[in-house]
Each structure stands twice: as C-alpha cells, then as structure tokens.
C-alpha cells in the first residue's frame, strides 16, 4: 500500500488552508533543485540588520509572490521584510524563508520555517496558530508539520514530485539524550553557566548545528533541549518570537514537549512587534521545568 500523500493528510482542512499549506510545499521543493547556484552572500541586509544571502532574499520574493498569488493570505510576515506584505486573503503566514542560511556556505542543514494563523490581529500569541510547520534541507527534504491532529513528517519523493506521510503522531522521546545551546557563553550568567554544566553532567550530549530547524529537529527525534538564552550583549534574547520561536513551540507542545523564556509559556506572549525577540528553552518538558526553576 503506498505512503498517504500530504495533500491527502489534509484534506480535512479549509480548502484554503490546504492551498496555503500546498503552495509552501511546492515552492520548498522546487528551490531546492535551485540552491547549488545560489550560495553567494547578498549585497543587502535584512530587515534586522543581518547580512542576507542570495538564497534568502530569493527565497523569500517567490514564497511571497507565490503565497499572495492563492487569494487566500492576509499577511505574510518573514524575516526579511521590514513590514507585512499585505494581500486579500484570510490566513496570517510567518515565515523564515531560509533558516541557518549561514550554513549554506558549507553545505550544512538548514531550512524553512512557517507558522499560519487564522486571520485576526497581524500580530498574535503563538497559541492561536493553527498550523505550524518547518522544512529540513538535508540529506532528505522533509516537512515536520503540527495540526489540532498532532505532528507528523512528510519526505519529498524526487521521482514522483510529491510530499508523502513518513511518521505520524510524533511524540519528543523520553528521556532526552541531548542538548543544544546557541550562541556563546560568555555572557550568561552564573546561573545558565550551571544549568549547561548540570545537562553535561547528566551525559547530555551536545549537538549544535547554528540552524534552529537542523537543531529542533534533533531535539524532536532524540529529546533534551535546545536553548537560547539572554546574555549580556542580548538581555531580550536573540531568536525572533514570531518569526521563528512560535511555529517550533507549536510542534514542540503538540508533540508532549514545552517552550518556555524561562518564565513564561513561548505561546502565551503577545507580540509587540514583528522582530520582537526572547529567549527560549524548548524541548523535553522536564528539561524545560528545570530551566524555569533558574
């Protein structure tokens, strides 16, 4: 019996919403075929000040246009752009077009990272997503995707040009068996220097890939945590709540993990802006715990 394809997986949902979900999918594996001749770095800066690549900038033009082409987007909001690009539809899309493109220099992983909301407000509490999703660039192109339904992964068939379901009802293993922390040390504080020598001293292995989406990814398959904490040069944390923390807790939660800032759930933080940013700690929920007890 052949593997359920995605479009199938989703034909429960709004007939939008699936073309939404369709278009993403689409665009993700054709740019992939694309990125061998796109590994330069860009002239421009992103809306954050960050030095864009070309596959960003790229990436994010034809997911924009191709999402506002279906008539069924209201925003789209990418790290990218300075501003929401607005269109007529009804769904709210965040995106990070290209996460870890910093990767792409030395063909590590990196990916995509999308999180949906069902019209409203522009800016909302990553608890009201309705879907969330992110698409790995790796050995294989998969998409790990979380609905009311739970979280399942879809790999890319080459030959037959369609996403079709690998793994369903994913659920973050316990116990965790690693830890991966962004960034560097020392700025943290006394109290974060131990907590990282506490996930050592439980033989925690360390797997840090500088790709949320690469190091979500393996929190999800073998448990423990990722984090990203405030430092001193970054008291507001580093990775942006909309962009990029919201859509990862989404899947995290709906696969029995958590995300925290260390003292509040991820998805309970209104955002005040499209760049707001925050620490984290996402991933195996007694980890997590034991963060926000700092």
Known sequence: ????????????????????????AKVSAELRFDFPSKRGAAETKNAYGEV????????DAILT?????????????????????????????SMDPLDGSSNIKSNNIFGTIIGI????????????????FYVVYGPLTSIVMATEKGVAEYVYDD??????????????????????????NDGWSPQMNAFEQSLFDQKLKLRYGG??????????????????PSNSKMPEGKLRLVIECNPMAFIMTK???????GKQDILDIQPTKIEHRTPIFIGSKDIVEAAKKL
């Open 255 to 261: 696969a029995g993990g958590a995300a925290s800032d």
């Open 211 to 228: 790709a949320f989406v690469g190091d979500i990814n393996q929190v999800l398959n073998y448990g423990g945590l990722f984090f990203y």
């Open 52 to 59: 864009q690549q070309d596959l960003d900038v790229w990436a």
């Open 65 to 93: 246009k191709e999402l506002l082409k279906t008539g069924d987007v209201k925003a789209v909001l990418s790290e990218e752009q300075e501003n929401a690009t607005m269109g007529k539809g009804r769904y709210i899309v």
């Open 117 to 132: 909301y069902d019209g409203g407000e522009i800016l909302q509490p990553g608890k009201n997503l309705k879907v969330a």
């Open 1 to 24: 019996m052949d593997a359920k394809k995605l479009e199938d997986s989703i034909s429960w949902m709004d007939k939008g919403l699936q073309k939404v979900i369709m278009t993403i």
């Open 159 to 184: 030959k037959k040009k369609k996403y079709f379901l690998a793994k369903d009802n994913i659920m973050i293993p316990v116990p965790g068996k690693l830890y991966a922390p962004g960034g560097q």
